[in-house]
């Protein structure tokens, strides 16, 4: 199989059971031998293809190319897991290696004249096929790929494509690496009551964990960690420390020395031009837009000023009434950054008459993971039964099966909530296997998705429970909702598989998720408080409903700003100060000195740690567009759990993943495509 290469069989043989990795047999440095293995098996696997001397069909060039690199796939699906939940130095070492070494693998792949002969000869004679819908999408990608890989250019041109797709990939994994390395290293030691003043409970028990992970005998830290750095900033009375914590958080990636990112996002920015052009795009957005619903940078940002235009009127409004909380308070000092989430939540606690502290108390990791379940199986007809003694690829990881209504197995799904020094921030979904329905090369018929969801949850101390904030539990839902796509995915071929879909349709079904956490149904039932057993009181549940929209204006700059500088970076060419240019951006559009972008350009993962959403960080907005009109379609039936909407939704959105049309799709589910009007209700921006 791969000649006399020497590796551990246990990366490629997944004998756990229903064929899930044997995680507590691969060893670091069983990695690279793997990787050997796997390039040199694809790269036979491709010759085979490219070389076959009969006339090119679909099954013996795309489903051949659908089923081949298998092996390359096992290893890189273990390996980036653990670069990105679970790193180290050795890992990091290696993704700095590997990186680059992939980029080139797939850069020949996608310049080899005989393979794209076969691709482009079925291409042009696709009407003629008798080729299914998904089949003509599957062809289409491949075709696309290629194109998209440098396949139509001259020698020379696909011999520059390629160095600068392997210098971007090398930059993305540095980017990645210094913004953990910057997130971890950092802590704010905490001590005596005077600099826990204002600090809740559970904000004490996670800061006491986080000082019990890190070196110094410390007993509370502020890390960087999102769910401790935010109610920080939310609940601390101590404006100097506030200030202290939050720019450290805003500095990551541009505190001088080996970790900043400035050099490397200006020779990206270049890289992704040069890229551009040579492919024959206008810009490297037009390149990234090509396959996706907006279409058009015009487009997007005709979305994004839309939605800006309100959002910023309204977060000045918000503004002015926690100027007047910091003056009733005789503080003399406009609302700076670190000061807006802590007087929003005292100017919450006024309007509403509760905080986030009050809220807490009952939004109990286990049991929104229970809620979480719950909703998947009113929805989809699927329940989660916990693999009891099954190791997942670190302690905390828990492992499911997913079975269906006749109790057939149909995914694996692992969980994987809490943060750690080893792990980058964020939250994600990712999967160790897609599902499909081929026929393997070892006989057996498809294989079911392994799916996982990883957050960074405040793990805390032993014998405590995991306190969420309500943000918390929506990124809860809306990652699993990502997983709902990979795990009911129901296609033939696995290139369309689950979540492989445009990026601005990719984020309808986490999104849409969302929705059903606030369903007062599903919070009756599962947000009980933690020490009393008691659910919320009807009283608080009501009020967190009517809070849903409140500090949307702050929300929403945060977001819009961050997409609106992405697409300026993408449509400008190469560009020699990057954060001039970002900062050009904020002054043109009128950002508030009081607010900072979502993902300053240093640290933004999702546009400069490798590509998945340069120039399409807007998805989140359009596919808001979507998810809120979709929501609705559950309101109108007056039942948030209506079975005959559940039924489109799961056969048109969820189980097609990319073998139908996006457009198409959705206009299956719900008859018509939507407005913005439904999304800018829901933030409540509609006025």
């Known amino acids: 199989m791969t000649g006399s290469l020497v590796y551990n069989p246990a990366v490629f043989e997944w004998t756990g059971p229903h064929g899930l990795p044997k995680f507590e047999a691969v060893a670091d440095g069983d990695f690279a031998p793997a990787f050997e293995a796997g390039l040199a098996e694809h790269d036979t696997e491709i010759d085979l293809v490219a070389g076959n001397a009969e006339a090119p069909s679909f099954e013996n060039t795309i489903v051949e190319l659908e089923l081949a690199g298998d092996n390359l796939s096992r290893v890189s699906a273990l390996f980036w897991n653990r670069a990105g939940a679970h790193t180290n130095p050795a890992i990091q070492a290696l993704e700095r290696e590997i990186a680059p070494k992939m980029s080139r693998h797939y850069s020949k792949i996608g310049m080899n004249v005989a393979l794209f002969q076969r691709i482009d000869t079925l291409w042009n004679a696709r009407d003629e096929l008798g080729l299914s819908l998904e089949q003509t999408r599957v062809l289409e990608r491949h075709w ?69 992970a890190h070196a110094g005998g410390h007993a509370y830290v502020v890390t960087l960690s999102r769910s401790i750095i935010e ?19 805003t500095a990551r990636g541009i505190n001088g020395g080996a970790t900043d990112n400035r050099q490397i996002v200006k020779e990206t920015l270049a890289l992704r031009a040069e890229k551009a052009a040579l492919l024959g795009y206008e810009n490297y957005a037009c390149l990234k837009l090509d396959n996706t619903m907006a ?45 807006w989430r802590h007087y929003a939540e005292k100017l919450r606690a006024r309007k509403f008459n509760f ?106 101390e032993l014998g405590r429970p995991a306190l969420l904030s309500l943000d918390d539990a929506r990124t809860l839902f809306h990652e699993f909702g990502h997983a709902a796509h990979g795990m009911l995915s129901n296609v033939i071929y696995p290139s369309v598989s689950g979540t492989s879909v445009s990026r601005d349709f990719v984020e309808l079904p986490s999104q849409l998720y969302e929705h059903w956490l ?14 009393t057993g008691q659910p919320m009181p009807q009283a608080l549940l009501e009020k967190v409903l009517a809070a849903r929209t ?39 559009i009128g950002m508030p000195a009081s607010i900072v972008m979502r993902h300053a350009t240093p640290h933004f993962q999702h546009v400069f740690s490798g590509d998945g959403y340069s120039a399409g960080y807007y998805s ?29 939704l799961k056969e048109n959105i969820y ?26 209700k829901k933030k409540g921006l509609a006025a």
């Open 144 to 212: 696309k790929g290629f194109v998209k890989s440098g396949a139509k250019l001259p020698k020379a041109q696909q011999e520059r494509l390629a160095a600068i797709n392997e210098r971007l990939a090398s930059l993305g994994a540095q980017f990645g690496q210094n913004v953990l390395a910057d997130e971890s290293s950092w802590i704010l030691p905490l001590a005596g009551e005077d600099d826990l003043a204002g600090i809740p409970g559970f904000l004490r028990d996670a800061m006491a964990s986080a000082a019990a």
């Open 231 to 249: 109610p920080f900033l939310t609940f601390s009375e101590r404006r100097d420390l506030r200030e202290t914590a939050f720019k450290a958080w």
């Open 295 to 339: 279409k058009t940078p015009d487009a997007v940002n005709g979305l994004l000023m839309q939605v800006w235009e309100k959002a910023v009127k309204q977060a000045e409004g918000e503004e002015h009434e926690l100027a007047e909380l910091i003056a009733g308070e005789g503080r003399n000092h406009e609302v700076a950054p670190w000061d």
């Open 355 to 460: 905080s986030e502290a009050e809220l807490k108390p009952y939004l109990q990791l286990e049991k929104i993971i229970e809620a979480c379940f719950d909703v998947a199986g009113r929805i989809f007809g699927i329940r989660a039964v916990p693999m009891t003694g099954v190791a997942g690829y670190h302690p905390d990881v828990r492992v499911f099966e997913i079975r269906d209504r006749s109790d057939q197995l149909v995914a694996l799904f692992l969980g994987d909530y809490f943060a750690r020094p080893s792990k980058r921030s964020g939250a994600w979904m990712s999967s160790f296997q897609s599902q499909h329905r081929l026929t393997l090369k070892n006989g057996h018929v498809g294989e079911i998705p392994i799916i996982y969801n990883v957050c960074n949850f405040a793990k805390p």
């Open 518 to 531: 606030t369903v007062p149904e599903i919070l009756k039932t599962y947000a009980v408080h933690f020490e």
């Open 550 to 588: 409140f500090n949307a204006g702050f929300t929403t700059v945060e977001f819009t700003s961050s997409a609106l500088v992405d697409m300026a970076f993408h449509t400008q060419g190469a560009i020699d100060d990057p954060i001039a240019v970002q900062n050009a951006v904020l002054a043109k």
């Open 620 to 648: 989140y907005m359009w596919s808001e567009v979507l998810d809120a009109d979709a929501f609705a379609a559950f309101e109108e039936t007056g039942n948030a759990f209506d079975p005959e909407t559940a039924r489109k």
């Open 655 to 680: 189980s097609v993943g990319g073998s139908i049309d996006p457009e198409d799709a959705y206009m299956a589910f719900r008859g018509r495509m939507p407005t913005p009007e439904a999304m800018l």
